[in-house]
């Protein structure tokens, strides 16, 4: 299975921009990128996904670059609700057996 | 909807003792999972399912089983809990295709002494 490369954790302070960065070098032609994150206590919850094109949506926007072998997750305007680990992790489209690897995650702190 | 529901919320078991964690869901989704979370870690999959009545291993699947006799119900079993057991244990459930949204219990915190 591909894997994620991201930062153990990050800094931001609140009501500014957040980037969280993802390197998936290994990435096949068909796997789809994905975001959860996992507030404290909580389980994890979708947040977006992607394939080529950069995605928004109500929550983040997904910014992958053109060769796709790296991803970064937007906040445009981060609250102190937004404190939570990130995972990127990569999913094989079309394939039955759904196993979604993650890894640790990016532990995102929120500064007031 | 109540979306996806596990119980119990916490446990305590003495080692050898068995239990079974329950999940729920009201989406009509066919996959469901069972994944662990270790302090500091990621989650593991421990076993899932692609419809009622089918399980399969996931990566860490040992000690444990799992049934899936009605499709809104997912059952993860410990036959003979050991210390090593101790997680936190989230369900999950998606429509249908792999790349669908996983949508996840509160999670069940289990401390096996």
């Known amino acids: 299975d591909a894997k994620t490369t991201q930062p153990n954790s990050m800094e931001s302070n609140e009501e500014e921009p957040v980037h969280l960065p993802c390197n998936h070098s290994t990435i096949s032609g068909t796997d789809y990128i994905h975001w959860y994150r996992q507030l404290p206590s909580q389980g994890p919850e979708y947040v977006i996904h992607?394939?080529?094109s950069n995605v928004n949506n109500r929550m983040a926007s997904l910014a992958i670059a053109e060769d796709r072998k790296s991803s970064t997750l937007i906040l445009h305007r981060a609250t102190l609700r937004d404190a939570a680990v990130y995972y990127c992790?990569?999913?094989?489209?079309?394939?039955?057996?759904?196993?979604?690897?993650f890894g640790k995650g990016t532990r995102l702190h929120i500064l007031p | 909807n109540a979306g996806v529901t596990q119980t119990p919320k916490f446990r305590v078991l003495k080692t050898g003792q068995s239990m079974t964690l329950l999940c729920a869901q009201d989406m009509n989704h066919e996959y469901m999972y069972w994944y662990r979370q270790d302090p500091g870690m990621g989650l593991r999959l421990i076993h899932y399912?692609?419809?009622?009545?089918?399980?399969a291993k996931g990566e860490v699947p040992d000690g444990y089983n799992v049934s899936r006799l009605k499709k809104q119900n997912f059952l993860l079993g410990l036959e003979s809990a050991a210390p090593s057991q101790t997680s936190v244990y989230f369900c999950?459930?998606?429509?249908?295709?792999?790349?669908?949204?996983?949508?996840f219990g509160p999670g069940t915190r289990l401390t096996v002494l």
């Open positions: 992607g394939l080529t």
């Open positions: 399912s692609v419809g009622e009545g089918t399980t």
């Open positions: 999950a459930s998606s429509y249908r295709i792999s790349t669908d949204t996983q949508y």
């Open positions: 992790i990569l999913r094989p489209r079309g394939n039955r057996d759904d196993k979604i690897i």
